[in-house]
């Protein structure tokens, strides 16, 4: 198991985010300026992801959820759609075995009825080959959408109440953290953007409430463990007062 140098963090007792969200952009953009395909800049990210994942683990974080695939990134030629899912499905045939070896716990958020049958497939025997890990929880937000989540604990609340099993006094936030897809999860600590945007992008809406947001002006494929220690020493920094004093 490789060694990592002590962060900064580490020593002085900074926290650590129990959750935090990664945003993996800029694939697209790391490909042109080397004059090739978009999809290239996709394979190199999907590299990256591999290694920032296990280097979580060992930071102690324990819950991370990577932005993958948006509910709005549809709109993409098809092509390149097409070719996002090859590399998905990709990883998660290699990744039952790769991710296997570590303590992590592999969970999927979003709709995955738009993906095809045996992506399905795939992403339920990940789920339930690392069901019993006690280290990570990995979760991949493919066909996530912040407002369609919302959508989707609504309708399943109202479909209680229909069926007189919820009266609607009964609805308070704990009801609607409970029909999220992150559901016993806790509550989005630091959202990390690379690549130079400065937005959520429909990304984990209702847990972001008080969220540390870090943005990078680096690429995702360009991006490293350094950096990624960098980007935690900073939210070990900031002063998070949840509306208190
Ligand atoms: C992120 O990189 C990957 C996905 C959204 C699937 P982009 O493909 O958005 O890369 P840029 O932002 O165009 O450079
Ligand atoms: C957000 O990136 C979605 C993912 C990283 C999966 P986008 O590249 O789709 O976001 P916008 O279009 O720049 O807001
Ligand atoms: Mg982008």
Redo the contacts with the bound molecule.
């Keep these: 198991m490789a060694l990592f140098r002590k962060t900064e963090q580490e020593e002085q007792g900074l926290p650590v985010p129990a959750h935090l969200g990664i945003i993996?952009?800029?694939?697209?953009?790391?490909a042109?300026k080397r004059g090739l395909p978009?999809t290239a800049?996709?394979a190199a990210?999907a590299k990256v992801f591999r290694t920032i994942a296990k280097h979580c683990e060992k930071r102690g974080i324990r819950t991370v959820t990577f932005?993958?695939?948006?509910t709005e990134?549809w709109k993409?030629p098809q092509a390149?759609v097409d070719a996002?899912m090859d590399l998905l499905r990709q990883y998660l045939k290699e990744s039952l075995a790769d991710f296997q070896k570590e303590n992590i716990r592999t969970r999927f958020i979003g709709d995955r009825s738009a993906l095809s049958a045996d992506i399905q497939q795939l992403m339920q025997e990940a789920e339930e080959s690392t069901a019993h890990k006690t280290g990570m929880d990995l979760n991949l937000a493919i066909n996530y959408g912040g407002r369609a989540e919302l959508v989707n604990a609504m309708r399943r609340i109202a479909e209680q109440v229909q069926a007189g099993k919820l009266s609607p006094e009964a609805i308070d936030e704990d009801c609607v953290w409970q029909h999220l897809y992150t559901a016993g999860q806790p509550e989005v600590d630091m959202i990390l953007r690379p690549?130079g945007?400065y937005r959520l992008s429909n990304f984990l809406i209702w847990q972001c409430a008080y969220a540390e947001y870090v943005f990078e002006d680096i690429?995702?494929p360009d991006f490293t463990v350094r950096d990624l220690d960098k980007a935690l020493e900073e939210y070990g920094k900031r002063h998070r007062r949840f509306g208190g004093l």
């Design positions: 993996m952009d800029g694939n697209g953009r790391w042109k978009r800049g996709h990210g932005y993958t695939f948006s990134n993409r390149e996002i690549s945007e690429l995702w």
